[in-house]
């Protein structure tokens, strides 16, 4: 990408994890998103409209749309100089260089048969099932529905308008505003308010019935302190075939005491709503996205193996979804993060202890190789069960260093001093140190070290 005048621009290089995907030239802070989709023909028009602002000079304007034909592009309602696609990259040359600080807007029209795009972790993104649609973008799989500055350290609001066939319901994040028949097709619009990175960014279609998994208390009931001016509990919901609803729900069961758990360990849950939604297909694994997650039918059971999974995927709505790494490499600061919250959960179930579950996931580590550095795993790994278990006992380390109350303390300020933004594991050990400071001779860095940075297995804590 070039710069006016020919000036280099100073800029954090690209993510070495996801080369040629995000931008630091500009920072977008909205994405309204109004999109035409048929279900039996896989078909989809689509139109972004994009606010954005310049972080440097700007001679062109690069975005990610992968596997999509775009139609037309605007820049500030005029048309650009020219516009061309390359590879996964959508780059566009306005009719005047950007200054630094520029606020500008992008309208692009676009359409296509969208697919998931393939890499180093399968295929992601758009995904059609036997009888709708699925999207995991996790974590380059948004620029196959969508342009986009695709990187988790650029998050921004989100709007959806989307027209599908009348039988089928529509599932984005964050809430539904409203939704509207006209013939055969219904048109559903969500806002996701928060700021959210474009990887958590989801459309399910499915023939989907949505009920309540609880009953949020009227208003007089408002507790203190929940962010939002949300009442207690969370509103959470099941969408699911009519033919898996029992299932559904009874597998969820003891999901609104994983959420009072949770509440109570890493403070209150940061967006205003919460929905599982239940494919129709069986999935190898279940799914997070902002303010919602995705199983299948096969994790609809009572067992510890797919009740864990429930707390994994709820976990992230904190860690992952409301706090973001700002690079992949920190990609423990999601993972790790979501199987400690496992291993509270099954202790505060009456399960094993996490001093149990801890003993279980050291003694299956010292049996695997050790030469993967946790803090920066590379991405062929960053999604390896190492990551996830040895993040979890750095964790756990950290909390048996602490003490229970100091340290669910600091989690709580954790989520809270970043709540809705970006975080990197420097952040979080000097908040350690500043919360934990009166332990004599604690170091968090001395703690946590060994078990991110070095790739032999510490001892058991």
Known sequence: MGTAGGRPASRPLPDP??????????????????????????????????????????????????????????????RVRRFSQRGNQL?????????????????????????????????????????????AGQ???APSWFPCNDHPSQKASFGYTITTEANYRVICNGVLVSR????????????????????????????????????????????AGVPDGRHDPVPQYVAAPPALMASATAALARQGQMMETFETCFGPYPFANYTVVVADDALEIPLEAQSLSVFGPNHLRQEWNEQRLIAHELAHQWFG????????????????????????????????SAQDRARAAWQGLSDQAQDLVVGDPSPELMFDDRVYKRGALALHALRLAAGDVLFFEFLRK????????????????????????????????????????????PPLP
Request: proline fraction near 5%.
């Open 17 to 78: 994890y996801t080369p040629g995907h995000g931008s630091a030239d500009y920072q977008v802070s909205r994405y309204e998103l109004y999109l035409d989709y048929r279900v039996a023909t896989n078909r989809l028009s689509g139109h972004a409209a994009i606010t954005a602002r310049s972080s440097t000079s700007m001679d062109t304007i690069t975005l990610n749309l992968s596997g999509l034909r775009v139609l037309k592009v605007q820049l500030d309602g005029r």
């Open 91 to 135: 780059i566009i040359v306005p009719a005047d260089p950007l200054p630094t600080g520029t606020d500008f807007s992008l309208d692009i029209r676009y359409d296509g048969t969208p697919g998931p795009i393939t890499g180093d972790w399968g295929e992601v993104g758009w995904e059609e099932l036997t009888d709708g649609v699925l999207v």
């Open 139 to 141: 974590p380059t799989g």
């Open 180 to 223: 509207h028949a006209k013939a055969s097709r219904q048109t559903w619009v969500f806002e996701q308010a928060e700021p959210m990175a474009t990887y958590l960014a989801t459309v399910q279609i499915g023939r989907y019935d949505l009920r309540p998994l609880n009953t949020p208390l009227p208003a007089s009931t408002h507790r």
């Open 321 to 352: 979804n409301s706090l973001t790494a700002s690079t992949w490499a920190d990609i423990w600061l999601h993972e790790g993060f979501a199987c400690y919250a496992e291993w509270i959960w099954s202790e505060a179930s009456g399960n094993l």
């Open 414 to 457: 954790w989520t809270d001093s970043y709540r809705h933004g970006g975080v990197t594991t420097a952040k979080f050990v000097d908040l350690a140190d500043r919360s934990c400071g009166g332990i004599a001779g604690f170091s968090a860095s001395a703690i946590l070290m060994p078990w991110l940075y070095r790739t032999v297995l």
